[in-house]
């Protein structure tokens, strides 16, 4: 009942709060599973994967048509997880990334459209794009997760294991390589993430600068409006 209160008191004020909370919490419990055990990992981080599907409808069930999606995603994603746990086919660890990074990439698309480009500027939009940037470095990570999935040795660094066992340093690696900090202790190898990798850096360069100019740009337009 509380946990239904607390989702009931999700507005548009105050959405990208529990948003930015819940792909906080994601990235936290996926390192913390490494420490339960191997045969946990996996179930930890689609649990709070789960929790954050419910955070997230939550937080953007004021986009209609990306609730709707996220509905279809959460579904797919949930059937997957059970067809893996059951019959233990490989295939469905590239479905259930598939699905993670379309979840993802949706989130992006839906936050992006209520932060950049109308209303005022304020305190949850300020959050709201803290969000953005957290969304940017999952997709990848997920990017990253896929193609070791075909390429075992794409990566210096990286193991061919689970994706779940994988997931918190593909992120690492994903946030170092978006914030442009490039420690060397992960590297690509093959053509293709190489390619990945330099396009993540590059888009974390002008991040900071498209969000800014969109922000100011947005509150701009409000005043405007408001004055005329």
């Not at 509380?2 to 529990?18: A, M, Q, T």
Request: hydrophobic letters at 55%; aromatic letters at 14%.
């Amino acid at each position: 009942m509380k946990v239904g209160k607390r989702l009931e008191n999700i507005n548009e004020g105050n959405n990208f709060f529990y948003l930015t909370v819940a792909l906080v919490a994601l990235l936290i419990s996926s390192g913390l599973a490494e420490v339960v055990g191997s045969g946990w990992i996996d179930r930890v981080l689609q649990i709070f994967i789960i929790v954050v599907f419910i955070v997230c409808f939550a937080s953007l069930r004021f986009d209609k048509n990306w609730s709707r999606l996220l509905k279809t995603l959460a579904t797919c994603w949930v059937i997957a997880t059970l067809v893996k746990l059951i019959f233990d086919i490989r295939e469905m660890d590239v479905l259930m990334l598939a699905l993670t990074f379309s979840f993802f990439f949706g989130t992006f698309k839906s936050t992006a459209k209520q932060v950049l480009f109308h209303g005022e500027v304020n305190t949850n939009k300020v959050v709201g794009s803290v969000a953005l940037f957290l969304l940017l470095g999952l997709m990848w990570a997920i990017v990253y997760l896929i193609i070791i999935e075909y390429s075992p040795n794409a990566f210096t660094g990286l193991e061919a294991i689970s994706w779940g066992e994988n997931f918190s340093n593909a992120a690492y690696f994903s946030f170092v390589t978006l914030t442009t900090l490039g420690y060397g202790d992960i590297s690509p190898i093959s053509p293709l993430a190489q390619v990945v990798v330099y396009l993540e850096a590059i888009v974390g360069v002008f991040y900071m600068a498209i969000v800014v100019s969109s922000l100011v740009s947005a509150n701009l337009e409000h005043r405007e409006k408001n004055n005329g």
